[in-house]
C-alpha cells in the first residue's frame, strides 16, 4: 500500500515563507510523477507543481517564480518551497504520487496565510 504522508503547513503572514513535505512509503522514483496540489474552500483541487521521473519540473502560473519542487531522493522525499505567499494561497496543499496512471494521495496539509 503506498502512503504519501505531508507535513510543513500552518499559519503565515503574507508575504512570508513554508516548506511542505512528503513522504513516500516507497522510492520516489517508484512515480511517473510526484506534485503538489492544493485544495481552498468551495475550489475545485488544483495543481500547483510537479517533477517528473527524469526530474523535470512544472508550475502552474499562480506557483511559477515564488514556489520550488525538489526531491531527496535518499529520504523518499518530496518538497514544496514557497515564498511571498498571499493570502490566496492558503488552502489544504496535498501530495500526489502517480504510478502508471493511478493516482495516490496524501492526507492534506493546512497552509494559512493571513494578510
Known amino acids: 500500500q503506498v502512503q504519501l504522508v505531508e507535513s510543513g503547513g500552518g499559519l503565515v503572514q503574507a508575504g512570508g515563507s513554508l516548506r511542505l513535505s512528503c513522504t513516500a512509503s516507497?522510492?520516489?522514483?517508484?512515480?511517473?510523477?510526484m506534485g503538489w496540489y492544493r485544495q481552498a474552500p468551495g475550489v475545485q483541487r488544483e495543481l500547483v507543481a510537479r517533477i517528473n521521473v527524469g526530474g523535470r519540473t512544472y508550475y502552474t502560473d499562480s506557483a511559477e517564480g515564488r514556489f520550488t519542487i525538489s526531491r531527496d531522493a535518499g529520504l523518499n522525499m518530496v518538497h514544496l518551497q514557497m515564498n511571498g505567499l498571499k493570502s490566496e494561497d492558503t488552502a489544504v496543499y496535498y501530495c500526489?504520487?502517480?504510478?502508471?496512471?493511478?493516482?495516490?494521495w496524501g492526507q492534506g496539509t493546512q497552509v494559512t496565510v493571513s494578510s
Open positions: 516507497e522510492n520516489i522514483f517508484n512515480f511517473n510523477t
Open positions: 500526489n504520487g502517480n504510478i502508471f496512471s493511478r493516482n495516490y
